[in-house]
């Protein structure tokens, strides 16, 4: 089984428009609401490629019906604490004649100490059922930055493959509990070192070090410039695939469902970067924060290549 953990889930209201004009009047072509939060993303993914899962986390009750609807609409099974409060909205402002996106990104409500340690001891329980459990995103408003770890020791008496997705002192803390694989982009790797990352070279070698210090898998996305991967033995590298992109969210979750797809199939390395790799191109064919589909994701499969890395 899989379980991916949210813990600041949101709604996420997409808009287009060709341009925006600050200060002016702008009209709207197209707009969508989807549930989100980096965990939910990795679940949507997951059951778009067909794979099972479940969701875990904090929701609030103000709220928490929009979630729920959502998540069984899709089949998807949850098991969340309640909090008091109202999940967040986030705006994204897709700008259709520059193909970018602005973000406005709200830090949610705070949640209490007791919320917190309510979620620790059904931690521990999804850890009994749970194969592999992804903790992503951004920690709740009142979390410590070292509470992904505490998750991932909580875990430490249970045979689950902890992946984690985060940023900043939230994943460095996080790396000191060994996580089995951690999923930065480029900037959020650069936030564990205090510098900037600009190439692949750059993202192979601090990968590395990583690794040394006892995690097991680094995979680092870089955008255009594509994706590495490193274990102990070996650097592969995966050239972005050549797509024209309706969507800008939600790549890097999609990558992380491909990677646990063949994870479950007991593949190699270079083949959980071919996974992630044709899955973060599914989802960028899609608009909004719609993710990956299965038959997006085999036909990109065959397009990827994959070359061992030489970091020297």
């Known amino acids: 089984m899989i379980t991916t953990i949210t813990l600041n889930p949101c709604i996420d209201r997409t808009v287009m ?13 197209k707009s969508r609401s989807d549930i989100g939060g980096k ?18 986390g904090i929701s609030f009750e103000g709220n928490n019906k929009q979630l729920y609807d959502g998540l069984d609409k899709l089949g998807i099974p949850y098991d969340f604490v309640v909090a008091p409060g109202e999940m967040r909205m986030n705006i994204k402002i897709v700008e259709t004649s520059k193909t970018e996106m602005t973000e ?17 001891n059904k931690l521990t329980h999804l850890g009994t ?6 903790l992503s995103g951004r920690l709740p408003n009142g979390a410590k930055a070292d509470y992904y770890k505490l998750c991932i020791e909580a875990l430490s008496d249970h045979p689950v493959k902890v992946i984690v997705d985060a940023e900043g002192e939230t994943l460095k803390q ?17 936030t564990i070192f205090g510098r900037e990352v600009h190439t692949t070279k750059e993202a192979a070698k601090l990968s590395r070090e990583i690794v040394a210090q006892g995690v097991e898998i680094v995979c680092c996305t870089l955008g255009e410039q594509g994706a590495v991967i490193v274990d102990k033995d070996s650097v592969w590298y995966a050239p972005a695939l ?15 469902a491909g990677i646990c ?19 973060a191109a599914a989802s960028l064919i899609r608009e909004g924060t719609q993710l990956c589909q299965k038959p997006d994701f085999e036909k990109f499969l065959k397009d990827v290549k994959i070359t061992e890395y030489n970091v020297e």
């Open 104 to 120: 406005l990104n709200s830090i949610g409500e705070p949640v209490s100490k007791k919320i917190l340690d309510g979620f620790l």
């Open 174 to 190: 996080a790396i000191h509990a060994k996580p089995y694989m951690i999923k930065p982009n480029a900037y959020e790797l650069g």
């Open 261 to 279: 797809v063949a994870i479950t199939k007991g593949l190699q390395t270079r083949e959980m970067l071919r996974y992630g790799t044709a899955a």
């Open 39 to 56: 965990g939910i993303n990795v679940a949507v993914a997951l059951t778009g490629l067909g794979v099972k899962v479940t969701c875990g």
């Open 129 to 134: 059922t749970s194969d592999i459990l992804i």
């Open 17 to 29: 428009l060709p341009a925006v004009s600050l200060g002016g009047i702008n009209l709207v072509e």
């Open 242 to 256: 050549k797509i024209k992109p309706k969507g800008f969210q939600g790549a890097g979750d999609s990558m992380i």
